[in-house]
T-cell receptor, first 110, second 114 residues
Framework: QKEVEQNSGPLSVPEGAIASLNCTYS??????FFWYRQYSGKSPELIMF????GDKEDGRFTAQLNKASQYVSLLIRDSQPSDSATYLC??????????FGTGTRLLVSP | DAGVTQSPTHLIKTRGQQVTLRCSPI?????VSWYQQVLGQGPQFIFQ???????GRGNFPDRFSARQFPNYSSELNVNALLLGDSALYLC?????????????FGPGTRLTVT
């Protein structure tokens, strides 16, 4: 079992829709969770982090964490074509090591 | 404020050669981590340095080494390059010391080994 799992996609949504990206993790002791956005040929950009159970909202982005079920999700409201990218889920391991999933490719069509 | 900077942007090396990659963290950040990302995969952790000391090492061979300088910049060295070392090498900066776990990536160095 991989430490952090994501559906590779692509996830296709029409412009203006809600995109829902999911991630599960295996280490029940994990406390810190991150979402990065990566455009093709570029480096990952931190867009959300969440440390407590529940929802955290920032603009069009909402991160949801459920530690009991060991999943974290990212909702993107009013999706735009510029949101088309690969979204990486990361979980903090020992010291400050981040363990990444393989990413979900999101395609937003006009 | 300037973000994380890395140099060089691109690099082409031959098998068996050695390479040094450089990183400057965000001002005020004392922790630097290095990651390797191959196409289609998420970044893989190589090293973390905080206050000039190695705090963590990933599952990479001893050909990989790193260090952090008094100004918190860092270098990653890879010896005896293999074709499989071709990847995007990412440096991430964070406050460190338990004050913040958020890591911010630089633009990366794309290494091609021929």
């Amino acid at each position: 079992q991989k430490e952090v799992e994501q559906n590779s996609g692509p996830l296709s949504v029409p412009e203006g829709a809600i995109a829902s990206l999911n991630c599960t993790y295996s280490d029940r002791g994990s406390q810190s969770f991150f979402w990065y956005r990566q455009y093709s040929g570029k480096s990952p950009e931190l867009i959300m982090f969440i440390y407590s159970n529940g929802d955290k909202e920032d603009g069009r982005f909402t991160a949801q964490l459920n530690k009991a079920s060991q999943y974290v999700s990212l909702l993107i409201r009013d999706s735009q074509p510029s949101d088309s990218a690969t979204y990486l889920c990361a979980v903090k391991g020992s010291f400050q090591k981040l363990v990444f999933g393989t990413g979900t490719r999101l395609l937003v069509s006009p | 404020d300037a973000g994380v900077t890395q140099s060089p942007t691109h690099l082409i090396k031959t098998r068996g050669q050695q390479v040094t990659l450089r990183c400057s963290p965000i001002s005020g950040h004392k922790s630097v981590s290095w990651y390797q990302q191959v196409l289609g995969q998420g970044p893989q952790f190589i090293f973390q340095y905080y206050e000039k000391e190695e705090r963590g090492r990933g599952n990479f061979p001893d050909r990989f080494s790193a260090r952090q300088f008094p100004n918190y910049s860092s270098e990653l060295n890879v010896n005896a390059l293999l074709l499989g070392d071709s990847a995007l090498y990412l440096c991430a900066s964070s406050l460190g010391g338990g004050r913040g776990y958020e890591q911010y990536f630089g633009p990366g160095t794309r290494l091609t080994v021929t």
